[in-house]
Structures are given as C-alpha cells and as structure tokens.
C-alpha cells in the first residue's frame, strides 16, 4: 500500500483545512488509518484514528472537537478535517495505514504504511 498525503497549507488561526490521504497503489480497505503529526524538534504525536469498518473514530485530547477523521472506501481516500486551527497544530502530518489494535492505535508501532507527510502551518 503507497499513500499520498496532501491538503496541508498556510492558514490563520481559527481557520480550516482538509487533508486528504489517498492510496496511490493498492488498498487500505480493511486496515486501520491513522493520522500523526510531528513538530519540528518534538516527537511524532498520535492525532486521529478510524477502523477499518468506518464505525469507530479516536481522538487526542489536543485535538477532539476540533477535527474530524473520515474515510471512503470508494475513492481510497481517508480524510483529516481540521477546524479551529491553532498556531500549536503546526506540524507535517503524516497519515497511515495498519493492523493496529485498540492498544496500539495512539503508537506509530501499530502502522505499517506511511504517506510522506503534509506541511500545516498555522499563523497567529
């Protein structure tokens, strides 16, 4: 499975963006997707998670209320809805796809394919 992610930008505080991941070659029907973020000089952080089925959604506690994870299993496409942005969402986010289990869906450990990461930058 190759992802492609894309969507990110430059957009002020209070604004939204929508990041797409779509599956360039093969599939992720069936596969847990996960979207994690990383700061510069910070570590890669958990953001968002969605089941295989579509009927089961996680959230970061920075982050809950604010975005919204979808996925269409018609367009292999798994989206990131983000509103609400604040300066501290700046980050590259990196979508992926994997057999994780609820005990590992916040860990980078529980995804085996990864996209190459979309720049979001969020302006005060």
């Known amino acids: 499975v190759q992802l492609q992610a894309s969507g990110g930008g430059l957009v002020q505080a209070g604004g939204s963006l929508r990041l797409s991941c779509a599956a360039s070659?093969?599939?992720?029907?069936?596969?847990?997707m996960g979207w994690f973020r990383q700061a510069p000089g910070k570590e890669r952080e958990w953001v968002a998670t969605?089941?295989?089925?579509?009927?089961?959604?996680y959230y970061a506690d920075s982050v809950k209320g604010r975005f919204i994870i979808s996925r269409d299993g018609a367009r292999k496409t798994v989206y990131l809805q983000m509103n609400g942005l604040k300066p501290e969402d700046t980050a590259v986010y990196y979508c992926?796809?994997?057999?994780?289990?609820?005990?590992?869906?916040?860990?980078?450990?529980?995804?085996?394919?990864w996209g190459q990461g979309t720049q979001v930058t969020v302006s005060s």
């Open positions: 992926a796809a994997g057999r994780a289990i609820l005990s590992t869906i916040t860990s980078p450990r529980g995804y085996n394919y």
């Open positions: 070659e093969g599939s992720f029907v069936g596969y847990t």
């Open positions: 969605i089941r295989a089925s579509g009927g089961n959604t």
